[in-house]
């Protein structure tokens, strides 16, 4: 798979670092770093530059050295030399420089000093008061690392849902083919369908379990068997994902599906449930005495509790038990319910696929209709439109709509909101759209009262609709921009506003806790997927999963409706 220039940039800057480590000649690294600059900054994709035959040395700073290291890269390899690097550096360093305060010089010290060639050997340094004797750490820097390390910078990263999956759906197909395995499924917080998991938990049904557990621990992904017993293993795989396995007897399959999906305060809420029942319940089953009264199955199980079964996603004790013995448990959203995607992006700005590929992609999902909505102005490094070109495009798209009845490309933009909340766009501009979806992509660093009136500004405007990526995280990456998202909410709700449930799985952007708040407030969200490229328009379901936690009903989203109605709800605006 081609690589994108982000991922490069990435990449080359990951080179520079670990150069940077090493102590390596300073002329060389910042070659490097002007590299990841430069590529990162790239009009168009290096993997379609490469295609063309375009030649990479013609860019400014670019030798025919540091070209064929971009063009291994773009071709989703490794080059030779990143791959020493990482031979050589110890494995705990490049974890180091996560944590704030500390960048490849000041590491560079700590390992030359102090030997400190991991987290772990970072905090015992600090715990021993030695951080201050090395050269260029004051007391200042010192009592930093120290805080960043007690508020869990430096713990153990998260995995994306979405990579996670990439890992899961391979070794679960492994393990279902095991010897005498009736049945097998991811539980955890990925069945809970999380934003990020720490690791993976599988279920698996066996009569006979030491067949599985071989078969488990001899997965060709294998890093390390971390632990292994009888019926239960863990394993580290290669990419650093660690795995809990579970093999259970098809009579108590439902019980431990449903204790390792957890969350662990939803269990411990069923047990007391249990318990005030005079039964006993825990992985095994649902008891009475010595008798086993339920377990084969989750429904059976949660029945005999006198409860509705409950989707995985709500199974974070914020009152879905309550809703399930009241049968109020929310008709819950999903992916059949979607009609359209209503934040894209085409080769005019930064996508990857043309317009037409990009309609004819999502009219092969079935949807009804789609807006288009490449980068404005602003944005250079995205190729953001002006008015001209802008217009340029409506007109393709009354071609193609021409072309195609029974399916709509709805014109639109991504309009930049400037610092003070104006748009990026002549109002002539904007009322000639169907829709208008805005977003932040500069100064996150507002104090909350003036990030949140700069988008209360930028929602008066008459042809503002949607507010996209509303608080600009990108996870494990960048935190929210702080903002006061009730009053948001409640300023969009006023204004006949919506805003956008983002779901690229590095965004995700609003998350389950906000979900629940637009809801109470009467506020619809769009899901969209700001895909770049016809394949990312998949990024529906994993919005669709984040809804779901988020209690939505498809009455709940803009976007699950027909055309016509979309249209009124678009107009209350105008
Ligand atoms: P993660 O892996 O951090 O993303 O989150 P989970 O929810 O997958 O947590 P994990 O892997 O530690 O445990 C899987 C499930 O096992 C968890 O959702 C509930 C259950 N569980 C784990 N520890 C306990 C416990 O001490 N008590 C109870 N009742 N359940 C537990
Ligand atoms: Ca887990
Ligand atoms: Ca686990």
Not at 167 to 179: D, F, G, I, M, S
Not at 350 to 378: F, K, N, P, V
């Amino acid at each position: 798979m081609p690589a994108s220039n982000a991922e490069i940039a990435a990449q080359l800057d990951k080179i520079a670092d670990l150069l940077d480590i090493e102590g390596a000649n300073p002329f060389r690294i910042r070659a490097y770093r002007r590299a990841a600059r430069l590529v990162g900054e790239l009009p168009r994709a290096v993997a379609d530059m490469l295609a063309a035959g375009e030649d990479l040395d013609d860019l400014p700073g670019i030798g025919p050295d540091l070209a064929g290291k971009i063009a291994t890269l773009a071709q989703g390899r490794a080059p030779p030399l990143l791959l020493e690097l990482e031979r050589e550096t110890p494995p705990g360093i490049a974890a180091l420089l996560a944590i704030p305060g500390l960048g490849p010089k000041r590491v560079h010290a700590l390992h030359e000093a102090l030997g400190i060639d991991s987290v772990a050997a970072l905090r015992q340094a600090a715990a021993d008061g030695k951080l201050r004797g090395v050269p260029g750490f004051g007391a200042g820097l010192a009592a930093k690392i120290v805080d960043a390390l007690a508020g869990g910078a430096g713990a153990a990263p998260r995995t994306l849902l979405a990579v996670a999956e990439q890992t899961a759906q391979p070794l679960l197909a492994y393990l279902r083919q095991a010897e005498g395995v009736s049945a097998a499924e991811i539980a955890g917080s990925f069945r809970r369908r999380r934003e990020t998991v720490g690791d993976l938990d599988i279920v698996a049904v066996a009569a006979e379990s030491a067949p599985v557990m071989r078969r488990f621990t001899g997965y060709e992904a294998v890093a390390e068997v971390v632990e292994r017993g009888p019926t239960r293993a863990t394993i580290r795989l290669r990419g650093g994902l660690q795995v809990d396995l579970r093999v259970v007897p098809p009579e108590s399959y439902g019980a431990a599906l449903c204790y390792f999906t957890g969350a662990k305060a939803h269990n411990i809420a069923l047990r007391q449930i249990a318990l005030d029942q005079g039964l006993k319940l825990n992985e095994y089953g649902l008891h009475r005495g010595p008798r086993r009264v339920a377990g084969a199955t989750e429904a059976d199980l949660y029945e005999r509790l006198g409860l509705r079964w409950i989707p995985p996603e709500l199974r974070e004790d914020q009152g879905e038990i309550a809703a399930a013995r009241a049968n109020r448990l929310p008709h819950l959203l999903t992916l059949d319910d979607i009609r359209g995607d209503l934040h894209m992006h085409t080769t005019a700005s930064d996508g990857r696929t043309s317009l037409r590929g990009m309609a004819e992609a999502a009219r092969a999902r079935g949807y009804a209709y789609i807006a288009i909505t490449d980068h404005s102005r602003r944005l250079r490094m995205a190729h953001g439109l002006d008015a001209k070109r802008l217009a340029r495009e409506m007109e393709e798209i009354d071609r193609l709509n021409a072309d195609t009845p029974g399916f709509t490309i709805l014109k639109s933009i991504e309009v930049d909101i400037l610092e003070d909340g104006t748009l990026d766009l002549p109002d002539d501009v904007l009322s000639r759209l169907d829709l208008v979806v805005g977003a932040v992509h500069s100064r996150f660093d507002l104090p909350p009262a003036q990030q949140s009136e700069r988008l209360l500004r930028a929602m008066d405007h008459r042809c503002f609709t949607i507010l996209a990526h509303p608080t600009g995280r990108l996870l494990n990456q960048r935190p929210a921009y702080a903002l006061d998202m009730a009053r948001v909410m409640r300023g969009a709700a006023e204004r006949g506003c919506f805003l956008e449930l983002n779901a690229q799985p590095e965004r995700l952007d609003l998350n389950d806790a906000h979900c629940r708040m637009a809801k109470s407030l009467g506020l619809k969200l769009a899901i969209s997927t700001d895909a770049h490229g016809d394949a990312e328009l998949g990024f529906m379901r994993f919005g669709v999963d984040q809804a779901r936690r988020g209690w939505l009903e498809a009455a709940d989203v803009l976007n699950t409706r027909p055309l016509p109605a979309l249209r009124a709800l678009l107009r209350q605006r105008r």
